[in-house]
C-alpha cells in the first residue's frame, strides 16, 4: 500500500495533440503509399467499366489506422453491385496480385464490402449508400481527384 492518495496520478509526458486545422490540412501530404493509391485508382476505373456511379476516393491514411484509402461506388440494382465488385476484384487481382482478405455482402449485393488492407472498396445500392453515408462520416479523410478514362477521352 503507498501513502499516496487515490485521487493522483503520476504525471504522464505527452505531445501536445495537433490542433484541428492541422489535422484538416489539404495541403499536407498524406501518408497513404503511392501503391495503394494506384490500386485505388485501379479500383475505380474498374467500377467505371462496369457503369457504377458516383464514384469517390478518399484518402483516410491520416485519419483511420485501418486502410489508406476507401472507395466508395453505387451500382443501380444487386446485378450491377456484383458486377462491379467482381470486375475490381479481377482488375486488382490482374495488376497488383491482391485478393481481398475479407468480402462481406456478396450473396445479397446491396452493400459488397472488399478489404484489401490498404483499401477498402464499398459497392452499394443507392439506399443503402444514402443511409450509411460514409462520405459524411469519413469528411475528415480527404478526397482524391479522379475522372473515369471515357470522360477524359470525351474531352
Known amino acids: 500500500m ?13 505531445e501536445t495533440p495537433a490542433s484541428e486545422t492541422e489535422l ?10 503511392a ?15 462496369r457503369k ?4 469517390v476516393i478518399l484518402d483516410v491514411a491520416d485519419v483511420a489506422y485501418l486502410a489508406d484509402f476507401f472507395v ?28 481481398p482478405r475479407h468480402i462481406e455482402g456478396m450473396g445479397e449485393g446491396r452493400w459488397i464490402l ?3 488492407g490498404d483499401i477498402v472498396v464499398h459497392c ?9 453515408n460514409l462520405e459524411a462520416f469519413w469528411s475528415h479523410g ?3 481527384e479522379w475522372e473515369s478514362q471515357g470522360q477524359q477521352s470525351l474531352a
Open 35 to 49: 501503391e495503394n493509391l494506384k490500386m485505388a485508382l485501379a479500383a475505380a476505373e474498374a467500377a467505371d467499366d
Open 24 to 33: 484538416l490540412d489539404e495541403n499536407r501530404p498524406s501518408t497513404a503509399s
Open 142 to 144: 480527404k478526397r482524391v
Open 114 to 116: 472488399q478489404d484489401y
Open 72 to 99: 466508395l461506388v453505387s451500382g443501380l440494382s444487386p446485378t450491377q453491385v456484383k458486377a462491379i465488385a467482381n470486375s475490381i476484384g479481377d482488375t486488382l487481382e490482374e495488376e497488383f496480385e491482391r485478393v
Open 52 to 55: 457504377g456511379g458516383d464514384i
Open 124 to 132: 452499394f445500392m443507392p439506399d443503402e449508400r444514402e443511409f450509411y
Open 2 to 14: 503507498t501513502d499516496r492518495p487515490i485521487d493522483t496520478a503520476p504525471e504522464l509526458e505527452t
